[in-house]
């Protein structure tokens, strides 16, 4: 089965209907009138996504039941061949994380987990507003599930959803939702609820420009009608954006329907008239931060803020349980607690002294540290991860593409103000005299102990783009001189000077010292780089606004190569004017015509060929146009102590394989046990 891999950013509820929303379904295409996006409150949308640790059955088969009485330890053995294999993958960039322990007893309800995860969440817990990274797509698959979900082929299945069909032109899907399935509020999973939670995620000015191109989206029954907007056939359907992944997860209708931030009240491209917002604000009064969803755990309390704890408690009403529609047993967990300890040392630290009983991390050097170490158990993924790169500003110019889309009389000016002329980086030479100037080997030796590979693209090796030659300008010091006195002349800098952002935490900080000494070796004093650390709840607020010239950033994980079209299409580079911030979820506001088109054929052709060719074109163009400095494919580690066992293997049902291990630091919950039903011992 050919795989449909590329990649995805990581920079990212009780109660009532309203009277005003209650059964609307007129959306069509007044969702899509504006693409451009006004961020209202740049202090709202903290920080969770540019970087943190490393830059920043078709009959399914019910796991064994559980049992009440007191379980034998499990035995955990250390097998040097099975390390040996894992590294393998690693280096093919094919390790999975999936947990391959064998242990001597079956799974046991019971027991807390104690989950330490990299960052808060900024706009808690909705998936139209939040800016979630990893850490909040984990919280997300603790409280909810999604329509589709990845099998360990890589392919996108039905999860949520039952079935699907499409007309033979691909203008008109329709899917079948599971029935018998309730929030934890007891409202049902139906069509309607469906379609409710896509067409909130259309209207938000955050999410709404990843589903562009859709026309509209009604729910009746168990049935889910997506149309296509004219001449933009949807190839892959609605999977890629209904997995895992924010909109793609289910959250209550009523619930959703009381929430102050709801877009249909607040966005400027919501259907509904000022006085029907008015009136439905009037009774908004739930609090986001207390999500209801229908996943294995509901939500009991939340403290945001350093130290931050997210607790959820069993659901015993869970779809998947004994009392849900497929009678399994799970979850296993009576409870999980989510606590945000941003700086690595610190929770690895925490991880080793008992407060927590599994951490995260995408920082290869602390991941090394567990390697052979049989205290603890280290799971390693790379396959489906993100790209490290250094993000550049490139606004400049006009842009085209939204003029047509604003109906405007002239192209809009990318940088109204000037904010970004003085950015050299804005010229090619510029670009590619950096890019020839690091030495990406050493790097990864020197500050991840060797287990990341060099990146030569956003597609790691195994996914739909791939290319062993992309063109991306390699390491070589006479390439990078010869460039850099055309970036001089192009800049009318000597020296050339730019700010290069980072997270305030030390690693970082001394990542981007070692990539600036490279740079200072080739160039010496006709190169002046400042390094700014930045707290990391205003990190992400700099990239919308684009209000930066360069940042450390890890972005560009999924599973097929749709899912990347709003992070490089021209309709999502928005202006830089702080005067009327926009959100631009093209971050480095490039406007690449090749990848325009491509990213054309990846979202509304079906053949196989075709999109492939097409995801090497756009391959080519990074390479070619160096809108991104590469650095490495990040390497994810999942790290728990012994106790806590099935941390990846998750059947689904109705289909032969399990759900995918590990993707880009994310992993299911529902059927993780622990030894004795005691996560702590």
């Known amino acids: 089965m050919q795989r449909s891999d590329a990649h995805r950013v990581d920079t990212g509820d009780d109660s009532r209907p309203s009277m005003a929303c209650r059964g609307h379904r007129d959306w069509s295409h007044r969702t899509g009138r504006r693409l451009a996006v006004v961020l209202c409150a740049f202090a709202l949308i903290a920080a969770a996504c540019g970087g943190t640790?490393?830059?920043?059955?078709?009959?399914?088969?019910?796991?064994?039941?559980?049992?009440?009485?007191a379980s034998q330890p499990a035995s955990v053995t250390t097998v040097p061949e099975a390390q040996e294999q894992v590294a393998r993958d690693r280096e093919a960039g094919e390790a999975t994380g999936t947990d391959t322990r064998e242990v001597e007893t079956g799974p046991v309800h019971g027991g807390k987990l104690?989950?330490?995860?990299e960052a808060d969440t900024a706009n808690p817990f909705v998936h139209y507003a939040s800016s979630c990274a990893i850490s909040c797509r984990m919280v997300f698959r603790a409280i909810t599930d999604s329509l589709y979900i990845t099998d360990t082929d890589g392919e996108i299945v039905p999860y949520l959803v039952e079935s699907e069909a499409h007309s033979e032109d691909y203008m008109e899907w329709t899917l079948t939702i599971r029935d018998g399935i309730t929030f934890h509020d007891g409202?049902?999973?139906?069509?309607?609820?469906?379609?409710?939670?896509?067409?909130?995620c259309r209207v938000s000015q955050l999410t709404g420009p990843a589903l562009l191109?859709?026309?509209?989206?009604?729910?009746?029954?168990?049935?889910?009608?997506?149309?296509?907007?004219?001449?933009?056939?949807?190839a892959?359907?609605?999977a890629p954006a209904g997995r895992a992944e924010v909109c793609g997860q289910m959250f209550s209708k009523a619930w959703m329907e009381t929430l102050p931030n709801n877009p249909l009240y607040v966005s400027s491209t919501s259907p509904l008239t000022e006085e029907m917002k008015e009136a439905a604000l009037t009774n908004a009064d739930g609090d986001p931060s207390k999500p209801v969803g229908l996943g294995?755990?509901?939500?009991?309390?939340?403290?945001?803020?350093?130290?931050?704890?997210?607790?959820?408690?069993?659901?015993?009403?869970?779809?998947?349980?004994?009392?849900?529609?497929?009678?399994?047993?799970?979850?296993?967990?009576?409870?999980?607690?989510?606590?945000?300890?941003?700086?690595i040392q610190g929770r690895s630290n925490g991880l080793k002294a008992g407060q927590f009983d599994i951490i995260h991390t995408a920082n290869a050097d602390e991941i090394a540290k567990y390697i052979g170490d049989d205290d603890f158990v280290l799971l390693q993924a790379n396959d489906y991860g993100e790209t490290s790169h250094n993000l550049i500003n490139v606004a400049t110019g006009a842009n085209p593409w939204l003029q047509v889309v604003r109906g405007a009389a002239e192209p809009i000016p990318m940088d109204p103000l000037d904010l970004n002329a003085a950015n050299p980086l804005v010229h090619l030479s510029c670009r590619k005299s950096l890019a020839h100037a690091f030495d990406g080997e050493r790097f990864a030796q020197e500050r991840h102990q060797g287990l990341v590979t060099v990146a030569n693209g956003p597609f790691p090796p195994g996914s739909m783009g791939y290319l062993e030659d992309s063109g991306y300008p390699a390491y070589d010091v006479d390439a990078a001189r010869a460039e850099f006195e055309q970036c001089k002349a192009d800049s009318g800098q000597n020296p050339v000077t730019f700010a290069f952002n980072t997270t305030n935490d030390a690693f970082n900080v001394e990542s981007n010292e070692l990539i600036v000494s490279m740079w200072k070796e080739v160039f010496g004093e006709e190169l002046a780089v400042s390094i700014a650390p930045i707290e990391q709840g205003q990190y992400i607020n700099l990239a919308l606004a684009g209000v930066f010239?360069?940042?450390?950033?890890?972005?560009?994980?999924?599973?097929?190569?749709?899912?990347?079209?709003?992070?490089?299409?021209?309709?999502?580079?928005?202006?830089?004017?702080?005067?009327?911030?926009?959100?631009?979820?093209?971050f480095g506001r490039f406007m690449d015509p090749e990848i325009a088109d491509a990213l054309n054929v990846i979202r509304h052709v079906p053949d196989p060929q075709a999109r492939k060719a097409a995801a090497e074109a756009v391959n080519r163009a990074f390479g070619k146009n160096v809108w991104n400095l590469w650095t490495y494919w990040t390497l994810w580690g999942i790290i728990a102590n012994p106790r806590v066992q099935n941390i990846t293997n998750l059947p689904i049902p109705d289909n032969d394989e399990d759900a995918f291990a590990v993707i880009s630091g994310k992993h299911h919950l529902s059927q993780i046990w622990c030894t004795d039903g005691n996560c702590q011992g």
């Open 53 to 69: 640790d490393d830059s920043d059955a078709a009959d399914s088969e019910t796991p064994a039941p559980a049992t009440t009485e």
């Open 114 to 117: 104690v989950y330490g995860i």
């Open 187 to 200: 409202s049902p999973l139906d069509g309607e609820a469906v379609a409710y939670n896509i067409n909130l």
């Open 213 to 234: 191109g859709i026309d509209s989206v009604v729910g009746e029954g168990q049935t889910v009608t997506v149309t296509a907007s004219p001449g933009q056939p949807l």
């Open 236 to 238: 892959t359907g609605l």
């Open 296 to 343: 294995a755990f509901r939500f009991v309390s939340y403290t945001p803020g350093p130290g931050n704890s997210f607790i959820a408690e069993r659901n015993p009403d869970y779809w998947r349980g004994e009392n849900g529609i497929t009678s399994e047993n799970l979850p296993y967990l009576d409870e999980i607690e989510f606590v945000v300890a941003v700086d």
């Open 549 to 586: 010239q360069m940042q450390g950033w890890r972005n560009h994980g999924g599973v097929d190569p749709s899912e990347q079209w709003y992070w490089w299409s021209p309709f999502t580079a928005s202006p830089v004017n702080p005067q009327v911030p926009e959100l631009a979820l093209n």
